[in-house]
């Protein structure tokens, strides 16, 4: 039994959608999992780890003709790391391989528009990048405590922060995401708030995020579009 009780943003969005299939999956629950993954390529978190390199804040004032091929290796590293873990467990067929050749092209080519569109929009400097948050829980009913598992396990949000950046005076959580496959607005002002729950100084008072429709009594929100090359499945935003 591990020490600390860990609640993690991916499961409030799963409880969100289907709590009995929350209930089967959770690491806190039944912790099922597929017995073959049905995904051939992680194409989101390859997008991600992309993106992290491309904003580590060590090298925020490097040449970004230097940073994008490193940014692009690490892309192709995670679909590579991601087909070697399937293919441990299985073989591919045709149809599996061909989707994995077709996302690893497209996922380059949405980078290399991404980072041409970047170039003349981010005026910024990058706090943290893909970053994990660990927050105590207070306890609704009793100030100054924070919530306990049953038994007496200590309960923490998790979550992760694809950017923090800095404008000026104020601190923006940067979501990178798929349209079809990205966070809620919601989302932004929890992470705020784990982030403000760490004892942070600074407080982070506006959010970037895609697709954004209304405000939340912390976070305003605002929207940067990019236009990437159109997939036959779906269509992709960036923030």
């Not at 290796?73 to 293919?87: C, D, G, I, L, P």
């Not at 991404?114 to 981010?122: E, G, P, Q, R």
């Not at 992760?160 to 995401?177: C, K, S």
């Not at 760490?198 to 976070?219: E, I």
Request: with cysteine; charged share 25%.
């Amino acid at each position: 039994m591990g020490w600390t009780l860990t609640l993690r943003s991916a499961e409030l969005e799963a409880f969100r959608r289907c709590p009995r299939a929350w209930d089967i999956g959770s690491r806190n629950r039944q912790n099922y999992v597929p017995i073959v993954p049905r995904e051939v390529i992680d194409f989101g978190r390859a997008i991600r780890d992309a993106l992290a390199v491309y904003y580590f804040p060590a090298m925020d004032d490097w040449n970004r003709m230097i940073v994008r091929p490193l940014a692009l290796h690490a892309f192709r590293r995670k679909v590579k790391e991601h087909r070697a873990s399937q293919e441990a467990r299985r073989s591919l067929d045709a149809a599996e391989i061909a989707l994995w050749t077709r996302y690893s092209a497209y996922g380059e080519r949405l980078l290399e528009r991404y980072f041409a569109w970047c170039a003349t929009v981010d005026d910024f400097e990058s706090v943290l990048s893909d970053h994990e948050l660990r927050a105590p829980i207070p306890d609704p009913f009793v100030a100054g405590r924070d919530l306990v598992a049953p038994d007496g396990r200590a309960l923490r949000y998790v979550s992760r922060l694809d950017q923090l950046i800095a404008e000026g005076d104020e601190l923006w959580i940067v979501h990178h995401r798929l349209a079809e496959a990205g966070r809620t607005v919601e989302g932004s002002s929890t992470i705020g708030w784990a982030y403000r729950r760490l004892g942070q100084r600074r407080s982070v008072t506006r959010s970037f995020a895609s697709q954004a429709t209304s405000t939340t009594s912390s976070a305003s929100t605002r929207c940067r579009q990019t236009s990437p090359p159109q997939s036959p499945t779906s269509s992709t935003g960036a923030t």
